[in-house]
Every structure is written in C-alpha cells, then in structure tokens.
C-alpha cells in the first residue's frame, strides 16, 4: 500500500525556521496535487499550502502566505515545507497529504475532503 511518511518536526523558537518532509513509498503521487496541513490540540485540521503534480501551480493559506513555502522533487518521491518566521502558536501536528482524484490536474484545494492519501504526522512545537 502506498504510504506518505512526514519527518522533520521539532521544537523551536518563534521566529526560528523548520524543513518539513514529506515521503511517498513510491511514485505513485507523481501525477497528482499535494498538500500540508495541520492541527493543534482540540481543533480542526487547517490547510496550509498544495502544489500542482509539476510544482507549477502553489496555493497557501492567508495565514502561512510569505512565510512557508511548499515545493516537490519527485525524482525523490517527496514534498517539503519550508517554514520561516514561526510564530508561537504551541504544538501542532503536520500532516501531508494527496489527492488521486484527478490526474494531471492544476486544481488544487484547501478542502481536506478533497485528499485521500494521508501521512501519519510531524509534531511541531514553537516555543515564545
């Protein structure tokens, strides 16, 4: 079965930096949108940012816009989220994940409904 495995949360400092991953077991998600999201304890999972299968299109939310960037090499199966300038929100958990509904496709969504495939989480804890 196809598995997407995040890695490089951690502990920082508001306004400190983090690269997350994000791993496919294989080549499968080539072809199709990706996207991150979170969760903070107690509360619904928010959108963060998708990118198209080719890396052409990106889509962030308001809140992460400037400061997180979301990029895919799929020579390496894998997805990252760069994110700068964290703010000291606590602990959430990031979870990647892909939409196998259409191929090829430009459209990306902010809707967790529309994604199918999904990482187990990275913890990601910003301290003040």
């Known amino acids: 079965q196809v598995q997407l495995t995040e890695s490089g949360g951690g502990l920082v400092q508001a306004g400190g930096s983090l690269r997350l991953s994000c791993a496919a077991s294989d080549r499968t998600f080539n072809n199709y949108a990706m996207g991150w999201f979170r969760q903070a304890p107690g509360k619904e999972r928010d959108f963060v940012a998708a990118i198209s299968w080719s890396s052409i299109r990106t889509y962030y939310a308001d809140s992460v816009k400037g400061r997180f960037t979301i990029s895919r090499d799929n020579a390496k199966n894998t997805m990252y989220l760069q994110m700068n300038s964290l703010k000291p929100e606590g602990t959430t958990v990031y979870y990647c994940?892909?939409?196998?509904?259409?191929?090829?496709?430009?459209?990306?969504?902010?809707?967790?409904?529309?994604?199918?495939?999904w990482g187990q989480g990275t913890q990601v804890t910003v301290s003040s």
């Open positions: 994940a892909a939409t196998t509904t259409a191929y090829r496709t430009y459209s990306l969504s902010y809707d967790s409904n529309s994604y199918d495939y």
